[in-house]
C-alpha cells in the first residue's frame, strides 16, 4: 500500500501515538524522524497514515490508551520499555483485543530516547516505516516463480501470463538491491530471462483473450477432472477429489504446506482418477522428501506456551483459561490430555528442567513451579518475569520485565539478582547448571555473562544483541549486523561474518549442535542454517504464518514453534555427516552407470535395461544398494534422485537437493544413502523404501504422518478415508476466554 506523502515536500506521513507520560520521548522522536525527512503529523489524521506506535508500561496500563490505536494503516510498534500484552492486566473489550492484537502481532522495534547511535538510534524505526508489505509479498512471489521456473529447466508452464503481473515484477527487479539478490538467492541473468519469456507468453496471451488461469498444471489437472467427470449427480467423494486435487499440482504450496499435501494426496491415490492418481504419486514422492510438522497443539489465542518432555513423547502446556492461566500434560503426537489444572494467575512462557519433573510458569504475576510427578503448583516469585529456564527442578533463571537477570530457588521461593541490562537477547542454561546472557548494557556494549561474569564485551557499533544467540560451547555468539548479515563474535578473536543474511523481520537466533542455527522471522519463519558455507538446511513452522517463539531439543533432534493458538513440534533438517562414502559396485544383479544427464540401468530379470532422465545436469555419480533394489544418483548441479525398482519399471522414488546445491562428487550406501559433494560436506538423502508401489507409499505415509488437522482443513477427504489412512481431526483447543 502506498504511504500517504505531503504534496508539497513529497516526504512520507506518519502519525505518532503516544501515551501522555511519554511525551518527552514523543518529541525527541518527532524530531528525529522530522530531521530524517519523515514528515509527523499534528492532530489531524488520515485512516491511511502509518501510525509509529509508542509501547510502554504506562501505556499499556491506562484503559482509555488503547482505545487510540486505530483500526486503519499499518504499524510501527517502538517499545520503550520491556513490556508484552500480557502487561495490560485487566479485561478487554473486543475492540481494546484487536488493537492490541495489533501492537503485538508483529515485530517491534526497542528504541532507547537520547541514544546517540547512527540517526539517532533510529535507524530500525525507519527501515520499519519505509518497509512496503506489499512490496514484499510481490518480490517473495517473484522469487519462488523464478526458483521454480529455473527448477523445471526453463518449462514454459512456470511462466507467468498475467501482463499486469509481469510488468510490476520487471519494475520491482528493476530496482533490486546486491541485498535483495542475495536474500531470495536469485541471480540477475535467470531472472532477466524469467522476465522476458513471461512477457512473451503474456502478451500472447492478451491477444489470444485465453480464458484460462495462469496456474498451467492445475489448470490441466481441472480439466482432466471435468472432462471425465461430467455426470449429472456427481458423489461427495468425486466433488472432493477435484477440489484437492487443484490444490496439490501447485509446488509452491507443497513445499509451504507438505503434510497437507501429503494428505490430500494420499486420499487421491485411494480413490482419485487415473490422471488423479499420477499426480497424486509424483505429489506424495515429493512430499516425503520434505522435512514436515510431527505434532500439533491447539489452544485459546492467547497467553499461551508449551515445552516438550522426556524426548518429545509429552509436552506441557500453558494455557487461558479465563482470567488465569491452565497447566496440562499432554502425551504426544496425538495431543491428548493427561490431566490439567488450573493456575492461581495469568502466565505467558513455560520452561522445564531437563528431566522432566518440574515446570515453571512466569508472567506479569511472577512464577509459580509445577511438580509434574506429584501435581503441586507453588508461588515462587511475585516479580513480573517475561522469560525463564530452568537448570534442575530446584534451581531457574528468569529475566524481569526491566531486563535484570534473575536466580530463583524453586523450594525457599527465593530470588536474587544477578544484573540488571538494558536489553537482554539470549538466556541458556548449560548442563554443568550455569546461566548464560547475552546481552547489551546501557553504555552500548554486547555483553556474554556466565554466572555473573563477563567473558565476552563487544562494543556494539554496527552490531546489536537483539536477535542474537550464544553457540552451544558458551564461548561465542552470533548477532546481527547493520551491513544485513550475521556476525560471529568470540574472546580473543577478531569478529567474522557469516554471510547468512538477517531478515526483514527477525525475533530470535538458537545456535544448536552441529553447527546449525536456527533464525526465526515473522516473515520467514524458522530457517535452518549450517553455519560453516551459510548452508539453508531448510524452514521448519511453516504451518504457522507468524511463529513467535522457538525451542531446541538436539537431543531429540527436535524443534517446537508457538504462536497464537497454534503449537507445532518439527524435525531439526540434519547437518553434514562425518562418515565415508563406500564406494558403489554391481550388486545382486544389478549395474548402473552415468550416461551425460542419464542413468542407464541393467538388471538380470523381467525389467529391460532403462535410461532414466530428468536429471538437470550432468550425472556424476552412481551407486546400487547392496539389495539391488534401490540406486542413489546425483548430478552437477547438487539434484539427487533415489530409484527403486518397482514391479515393472523403475522409478524415482525421492527427489532431492544437496542443501547449498553443491555438485554431486560421490554416493553410495552405509546405513541409508550417502552424498558427498564438492564443498567437502557428506549428507544423509532422504528415504522411501517400496515407494514405487502404491502400497509402499500409502503405508510409508501412515507411519510418517503423525499429526491431525481441523475439520474444516480436512473438508476435501471424507470419513472413511481418514480412518484409512489414520489422519485424526483435532479436538477442541485448550483454553477459552
Known amino acids: 500500500m502506498a504511504k500517504p506523502r505531503d504534496s508539497r515536500s513529497n516526504t512520507v506521513l506518519v502519525t505518532l501515538v503516544h501515551h501522555p507520560a511519554d511525551s518527552p520521548a514523543a518529541t ?57 500484552a500480557g502487561d495490560v492486566g485487566r479485561p478487554l473489550t473486543e475492540n481494546e483485543q484487536l488493537n492490541l492484537a495489533r501492537l503485538f502481532e508483529i515485530n517491534q522495534v526497542t528504541w532507547l530516547p537520547g541514544d546517540p547511535g547512527p540517526e539517532g538510534g533510529i535507524g530500525a524505526i525507519l527501515a520499519g516505516i519505509a518497509f512496503d508489505r506489499a512490496e514484499y509479498t510481490l518480490e517473495r512471489q517473484f522469487a ?32 533490486f538491491t546486491q541485498l535483495q539478490w542475495h536474500r531470495w538467492d536469485l541471480q540477475p541473468w535467470p531472472a532477466q530471462q524469467f522476465i522476458e519469456a513471461s512477457l512473451r507468453k503474456a502478451r500472447k496471451r492478451s491477444r489470444r483473450r485465453l480464458l484460462w488461469g495462469t496456474g498451467a498444471v492445475i489448470a490441466a489437472v481441472l480439466a482432466i477432472c471435468t472432462a471425465v467427470n461430467l455426470v449429472p449427480r456427481l458423489a461427495q467423494r468425486e466433488l472432493d477429489n477435484r477440489a484437492a486435487i487443484a490444490t496439490i499440482g501447485d509446488p509452491e504450496l507443497l513445499k509451504e504446506i507438505p503434510d497437507w499435501s501429503a494428505a490430500q494426496a494420499a486420499s487421491l491415490l485411494l480413490h482419485g482418477s487415473v490422471a488423479q492418481q499420477e499426480l497424486a504419486r509424483r505429489t506424495l514422492r515429493e512430499a516425503l522428501a520434505l522435512p514436515w510438522s510431527v505434532g500439533t497443539i491447539y489452544t485459546y489465542p492467547d497467553a499461551s506456551s508449551y515445552v516438550l518432555l522426556n524426548g518429545g513423547r509429552q509436552a506441557a502446556v500453558i494455557y487461558r483459561e479465563g482470567a488465569a492461566s491452565s ?37 506479569a504475576a511472577g512464577a509459580v513451579s509445577i511438580d509434574i510427578g506429584t501435581r503441586e503448583v507453588k508461588p515462587v516469585s511475585d516479580k513480573r518475569l517475561s522469560q ?31 544484573g540488571t541490562f538494558a536489553s537482554v537477547a539470549d538466556l541458556t542454561v548449560t548442563e554443568t547448571g550455569a546461566v548464560l546472557v547475552l546481552a547489551e548494557t546501557a553504555d552500548r556494549q554486547i555483553v556474554l555473562v556466565n554466572d555473573g561474569v563477563r567473558v565476552l564485551t563487544v562494543p556494539s557499533g554496527a552490531l546489536r544483541a537483539v536477535g542474537g544467540g550464544i553457540s552451544p560451547d ?25 554471510g547468512i543474511v538477517v531478515p526483514y523481520l527477525p525475533r530470535s537466533l538458537i545456535w544448536t549442535t552441529g553447527d546449525r542455527v536456527v533464525i526465526l522471522s515473522s516473515d520467514r519463519r524458522g530457517e535452518v542454517f549450517y553455519l560453516p558455507g551459510a548452508i539453508p538446511l531448510g524452514t521448519v513452522c511453516k504451518d504457522m504464518i507468524r511463529p513467535a517463539r522457538i525451542l531446541v531439543y538436539p537431543e531429540a533432534a527436535l524443534v517446537s514453534c508457538v504462536s497464537d493458538g497454534l503449537h507445532s513440534v518439527w524435525r531439526l533438517p540434519e547437518a553434514p555427516v562425518a562418515v565415508a562414502v563406500p564406494a558403489g559396485s554391481a550388486k545382486a544383479g544389478v549395474s548402473a552407470r552415468a550416461d551425460g544427464r542419464t ?51 523403475w522409478t524415482v522414488v525421492v527427489p532431492w537437493a544437496v542443501p547449498g546445491g553443491a555438485a554431486v562428487t560421490a554416493v553410495g550406501w552405509g546405513d541409508g544413502p550417502l552424498v558427498a559433494t564438492a564443498a567437502g560436506h557428506t549428507w544423509r538423502a532422504p528415504e522411501c523404501d517400496g515407494c514405487a508401489t502404491d502400497e509402499g507409499l500409502l503405508r510409508t505415509f501412515r507411519e510418517r504422518f503423525d499429526r491431525c488437522f481441523t475439520s474444516r482443513q480436512l473438508s476435501y477427504i471424507d470419513i472413511e478415508t481418514r480412518d484409512s489412512l489414520g489422519i485424526r481431526v483435532c479436538g477442541a483447543s485448550l483454553g477459552r476466554e
Open 28 to 84: 525527541e522522536l518527532a524530531t528525529r524522524l522530522a530531521q530524517a525527512g519523515v514528515g509527523v503529523r499534528g492532530d489531524g489524521r488520515s485512516e491511511k497514515d502509518l501510525q509509529v506506535v509508542l509501547l510502554s508500561l504506562q501505556a499499556l496500563t491506562d484503559p482509555d490508551w488503547i482505545a487510540q490505536v486505530r483500526r486503519g494503516g499499518p504499524i510501527v510498534a517502538v517499545r520503550l520499555e520491556a513490556v508484552s
Open 144 to 175: 519462488e516463480a523464478v526458483h521454480a521456473w529455473k527448477s523445471d529447466l526453463a518449462d514454459e508452464s512456470r511462466l507467468i501470463d498475467d501482463l499486469r503481473l509481469v510488468h510490476e515484477m520487471r519494475h520491482l527487479m528493476r530496482g
Open 327 to 363: 497447566f496440562a500434560l499432554l502425551q504426544m503426537p496425538a495431543g491428548e490430555v493427561l490431566w490439567a489444572k488450573p493456575l492461581p494467575a495469568l502466565y505467558l512462557q513455560l520452561a522445564a528442567s531437563p528431566d522432566g519433573s518440574m515446570a515453571l510458569a512466569v508472567g
Open 388 to 418: 525463564a529456564r530452568l537448570a534442575n527442578r530446584d534451581v531457574g533463571f528468569a529475566i524481569s520485565f526491566d531486563n535484570a537477570v534473575i536466580r530463583l530457588d524453586l523450594q525457599s521461593g527465593t530470588a536474587a539478582a544477578l
Open 474 to 498: 558458551g564461548r561465542q555468539v552470533m548477532v546481527p549486523g547493520a551491513d544485513g548479515q550475521y556476525w560471529v563474535a568470540a574472546a580473543g578473536a577478531p569478529l567474522r561474518p557469516t
Open 599 to 649: 542413468v542407464v540401468i541393467s538388471a538380470s530379470g523381467s525389467i529391460p535395461e532403462t535410461t532414466m532422465t530428468g536429471f538437470k545436469g550432468e550425472v556424476t555419480a552412481v551407486a546400487v544398494r547392496g539389495d539391488g533394489t534401490q540406486i542413489v544418483a546425483g548430478d552437477s548441479w547438487g539434484n539427487v534422485a533415489i530409484i527403486e525398482k518397482g514391479t515393472s519399471e
